[in-house]
């Protein structure tokens, strides 16, 4: 399994299904660093979440907080168990990561994301919806795979130049969502 991207380029690796049981893995160590903290949910999102696309390959776990009020205490949970702390992200998503010793490899990021927000519903909206339409994630994959051919030792161009197809997939991704959950509760 390939994991891991050095800070500030991008490189795509093909779907790996053992990103998943990575993802298992680290949501297990978590819950064990963050045991008796106000979490109610670990869930797998990113890229590496997505069957049948390219991804950079570093896991994403979005982890559901009550609320700001619990951050700065996973904050020190994090740190202490080695995690860096990058910085707030948005209102409701705050973001740490790790990689391996000594070396600038980012392996994964962990999402501290308000339970309910719409930080959270965007993150399983669209993973969700991008497994579940082909031809959505299709069209993903093609920009990811231009756009690293152009972009390879610029990440944040790299980021920038997806933003809009990502925010039209947002709005298709939570429209579906909300779809399946009334249609399918």
């Known amino acids: 399994m390939e994991l891991g991207v ?3 380029t991008v490189r795509l690796a093909e779907h790996d299904p053992a990103w998943a ?3 298992k893995r680290m949501i297990a160590y978590l819950k064990e660093i963050l045991v008796g903290q106000d979490i109610y949910d670990y869930q797998h999102v990113g890229s590496t979440s997505i069957r049948n696309i390219p991804a950079k390959p570093i896991i ?3 982890v ?4 700001e009020s619990v951050v700065e205490k996973c904050r020190k949970s994090m740190t202490d168990a080695g995690f860096q702390y990058l910085g707030e992200i948005s209102a409701d998503d705050w973001m740490y990561f790790t990689g391996h010793p000594g070396q600038n490899d980012r392996t994964h990021h962990i999402h501290f994301v308000t339970a309910g927000s719409e930080a959270w519903i965007y993150y399983l909206a669209y993973r969700d919806y991008l497994n579940a339409d082909q031809e959505a994630a299709a069209k ?3 920009l990811k ?3 690293t051919e152009k972009y390879k030792d610029q ?3 790299y980021h920038e130049m997806k933003v809009p197809l990502i925010e039209e997939l947002q709005k298709e991704a ?3 969502w909300r779809f399946e959950r009334e249609h399918n509760a």
């Open 6 to 8: 050095v800070e500030g």
């Open 21 to 23: 049981d990575e993802a």
């Open 60 to 62: 994403d776990i979005a």
């Open 64 to 67: 559901a907080i009550k609320d």
């Open 140 to 142: 993903y994959a093609a």
């Open 145 to 147: 795979r231009e756009l």
């Open 155 to 157: 990440r944040r161009t």
């Open 174 to 176: 939570i429209r579906w």
